[in-house]
């Protein structure tokens, strides 16, 4: 797998600032907002139920991340996908940094990409505590 998620039953904007929330209480910040659905809208005419990409940065951990390897950036950010599903929940989707930055042979990369996901992982549980 390359990813783990969550179900809330909230809405998308709401999960979205749960998220922006729980990101900050980890270190990290929303760098980019992508509106797939809006821009799918726009660009084709097709509808699609809301879907957001938020690209969430920790500065530190990426300026570990590209100590070790420059080429690295070509990973960045975490992305965490906020989604309605068809019954109206809301699927919160995290990038699992370990599955990504196995791809990178470079010392200190593993345990870096165990840190990021264990924060991420406290960021789930913490959308589920709500």
């Given at each position: ?27 990290f ?6 509106d ?45 996908v906020?989604?309605?599903e068809?019954?109206?929940?809301v ?10 930055m ?29």
């Amino acid at each position: 797998m390359y990813g783990f998620n969550v179900t809330l039953k909230t809405t998308v904007p709401e999960a979205i600032a749960r998220v922006t929330e729980a990101l900050s209480a980890e270190g990290f910040g929303v760098l980019t907002e992508i509106d797939v659905a809006g821009t799918l809208k726009k660009k084709l005419d097709v509808e699609r139920r809301p879907y957001h990409i938020l690209g969430a940065c920790n500065p530190q951990l990426a300026n570990q991340a590209l100590q070790a390897d420059p080429d690295i950036g070509l990973l960045l950010p975490c992305n965490v996908v906020v989604r309605e599903e068809e019954d109206g929940t809301v699927n919160v989707g995290f990038m699992d940094p370990v599955a990504v930055m196995g791809l990178v042979d470079k010392e200190g990369v593993e345990t870096l990409a165990n840190d990021v996901r264990s924060r991420l992982e406290r960021v789930r549980d913490q959308l589920l505590a709500v």
